[in-house]
């Protein structure tokens, strides 16, 4: 049987409701589920500086590590007496999919891991910077300021004496509106990036879709399959990178007409008929 490694979204936890769908369901049939909680939330205590953000995925490796040395005795995903491949599936969910993808990207043959799916994630985060884009403006303007005040509440805020000490203020923090906004004027100055383009292109599989990017996402070694739906509200469907995707190995995308965010409701009462 498999063994699942959740990474769960922005502002979440090992509590979240599409967390635990999963985690009900790959147990009940036998498999084994860890989720990862991103440094800081669910209030676990962080040493040292450096807060979460979307361009880590050193975080996911160690736990990768530490998965197959509770599994096979080894941190390589295999073991010298039965020569038996790493069963690690690793789950990402809307920024854990962004995070997991990347990891997936990035550490090419030393992954560690069986495959990855990345629900709603983004495989190049820059599009959502797309001036002149109906849904990236509708992401900008109606979902992305409730998912600031979220991050500013969980992340920022509870931070702040960390953020204070490399000259981010707390009017810099109460002035910013969107996602968008925190990475370019607190992301970036607190972690060292020039731009948010540069963080961009360091937290997505694709880079900036450019070739040094589609290199990067070329790299992956093991099977990746973004799923995403046309029609969401918040990760618009050009972060898929979807006319380029065919020209890998080991990328896959699985477009819905519709979906949303995370969602894919069976029904109108999702709680009755769930996803």
């Not at 992956?220 to 618009?236: Q, Y």
Request: charged share 20%; glycine share 10%; proline share 4%.
């Amino acid at each position: 049987k498999p063994t699942f490694l959740v990474s769960h979204g922005l502002n979440g936890g090992s509590t979240e409701p599409y967390v635990l769908d999963l985690a009900r369901r790959a147990t009940k049939e036998g498999c084994t589920v860890a989720v990862m909680i991103n440094r800081g939330l669910m209030k676990t205590p962080i040493k040292g500086y450096e807060s979460f953000h979307g361009a880590r995925t050193s975080d996911l490796g160690c736990t990768v590590d530490a998965l197959n040395y509770a599994l096979y005795g080894t941190s390589t995903g295999t073991t010298t007496t039965t020569k038996k491949k790493s069963k690690i599936i690793m789950v990402g969910f809307s920024m854990g999919g962004i995070i997991a993808a990347n990891y997936t990207a990035k550490s090419k043959e030393n992954s560690g891991i069986a495959g990855t799916l990345c629900f709603s994630g983004s495989i190049c985060a820059s599009k959502l910077l797309l001036k002149n884009c109906p849904p990236a403006q509708h992401s900008m303007k109606v979902w992305q300021p409730s998912l600031a005040w979220g991050l500013k509440a969980t992340i920022i805020k509870p931070l702040m004496p960390k953020f204070a000490q490399r000259n981010i203020t707390m009017a810099q923090v109460e002035n910013v509106y969107t996602v968008i906004d925190i990475d370019t004027d607190l992301v970036c100055k607190y972690h060292g990036y020039s731009s948010v383009h540069d963080y961009y292109e360091d937290n997505s599989a694709g880079g900036l879709g450019d070739t040094k990017g589609m290199n990067r996402l070329m790299g992956t070694k093991v099977p990746l399959l973004a799923v995403h739906a046309i029609d969401d509200p918040i990760s618009l469907y050009e972060v898929t990178l979807h006319n380029e995707i065919s020209k890998t190995d080991n990328v896959m995308l699985l477009s819905t007409k519709h979906g949303g965010h995370i969602g894919w409701p069976t029904g109108w009462f999702p709680s009755k008929n769930r996803w």
